[in-house]
């Protein structure tokens, strides 16, 4: 191999393991969204954990957050929750960070 097809190969691992990364991030994201939204709902123990992958499932239904950001804004007025989009989009915000921090520890 040449120098120019080592450095492509290590572009191309590097971006293997970002995307890996981002999927791990916003799954876990969308875990600890769960459990926050079933918290509003008064949902604890089994509930809240069924609930919160109900939630990681709902991101394969398209591409972003807005199936995420749907079910969950759906559910919290259901249940009558006092979290309106604007604190959604807050949570959604904060836990992706929280997310992010959690998965780089683990490392």
């Known amino acids: 191999m ?3 097809d080592d450095r492509e190969k290590g572009f191309e691992n590097k971006f293997i393991h970002d995307q890996e990364l981002q999927f791990k991030v916003y799954a876990r ?3 600890l969204l769960g459990l926050w939204a079933a918290e ?4 604890t123990g089994a509930q ?22 749907r079910k969950v804004h759906k559910d919290l007025r259901a249940k009558g929750a006092s979290v309106d989009e604007k604190g959604l989009r807050k949570a959604m915000t904060e836990l992706l960070a929280k997310a992010k921090q959690q998965i780089e520890k683990e490392g």
Not at 40 to 43: A, D, H, R, T
Request: proline letters at 0%.
């Open 2 to 4: 040449t120098t120019f």
């Open 29 to 31: 994201r969308n875990k």
């Open 40 to 43: 509003q709902m008064g949902l």
């Open 48 to 69: 809240a954990d069924a609930y919160a992958r109900e939630v990681v499932s709902a991101d394969f239904e398209e591409a972003g957050d807005e199936d995420v950001f």
